[in-house]
Structures are given as C-alpha cells and as structure tokens.
C-alpha cells in the first residue's frame, strides 16, 4: 500500500467518527482501536475465522475485483467484511453476525495491528467495499468446502 492510499484510508475510515480528529489521535497515541459506528458509510459481516479466512481466500480470483476491507480479530475468532450500508441487513446463517445501523465496530487504524485487530485487506481510501452478492456467493462455496472437510467423528 503506498503512502497517498495509506493516508486515503485513514480519512475514509476516520469519517465514520463521530469526531474524527479524536479518532486519529486515539490510532496514533491511544490505545489504537477506535470504536465506530456501522451504518452510515458501511456495515460489517462478521463470521467465524475459518470460514472468513478460506471466503478471503476465494475473494481473490483474477477474475474478480480486489477484495473490499476486511478485518480480522484473532481474540474472538472473526472475520470482518466490509458491506455497503443496508438497512434491511438480511444476513442470515450459523455463526454470522451482522452490524448495521446503530452497531458499534472496533477498528485498528489501516496501517497496522492494534492489540488483537487488524486489517487483512485494508480500505483503500476510494471507499470499496465488498459486494454483497460475490461475498454471498464465496461464503456458500467457503461454507460448502469446510462441511466436506470437517471430519465426522464416531461414523
């Protein structure tokens, strides 16, 4: 990532603050998470490690765009996809979870880790996002690959 989209995603991500000054500072001198509100510029799937990870990993086909940002935080276990806002958020599934409008997000700043966040895709400052569709779509084919490799015990 190069400096000017490095400084891009800082604004980009800062927006989503109430303040985003204060937001900025916390990155640089705080702790280095700030909390921001889900809803207005984005929403975030989140849903269990492995699943994220391998739905990543199906993200990055050459025939598809570049993967929007995407969090992981490896305390709980999860992966974080950044989604365009919808107020009907309408995602439905074992393990997913779905912050919109009203939610709060924990987010490391996009130019390193902090604490047990980071960024495995960051924002580029351009404000992609991930589709809801092509994400739907490898999370269904991600999902599909885990239940053929999990080992079932005791048959």
């Known amino acids: 990532m190069t400096k000017t989209m490095w400084m891009r995603g800082v604004e980009w991500l800062a ?8 937001c900025k500072w916390e990155w640089d ?7 921001l509100e889900a809803g207005r510029f984005w929403d975030v799937l989140s849903v269990p490690e492995r699943l994220g990870l391998l739905t990543l990993d199906l993200l990055w086909r050459p025939s598809l765009p570049v993967p929007g940002p995407t969090l992981v935080d490896t305390a709980a276990g999860r992966v974080g996809f950044l989604l365009p806002p919808d107020p009907a958020g309408g995602w439905v599934g ?5 912050a919109g409008k009203g939610s709060w997000v924990a987010v ?8 047990f966040l980071d960024w495995l895709v960051p924002p580029d ?11 739907e779509e490898a999370l269904r084919e991600a999902n599909g690959a885990l239940t053929v490799l999990t080992p079932s015990y005791g048959q």
Do not use: I, K, Q
């Open 29 to 35: 001198h705080g702790e280095g998470v700030a909390l």
């Open 108 to 115: 490391p700043p996009p130019y390193r880790p902090a604490r």
């Open 94 to 98: 074992a393990g997913l979870r779905y």
């Open 125 to 135: 400052g351009g404000g992609a996002l991930h589709s809801p569709g092509t994400l």
């Open 15 to 22: 927006a989503a603050a109430a303040d985003p000054r204060a």
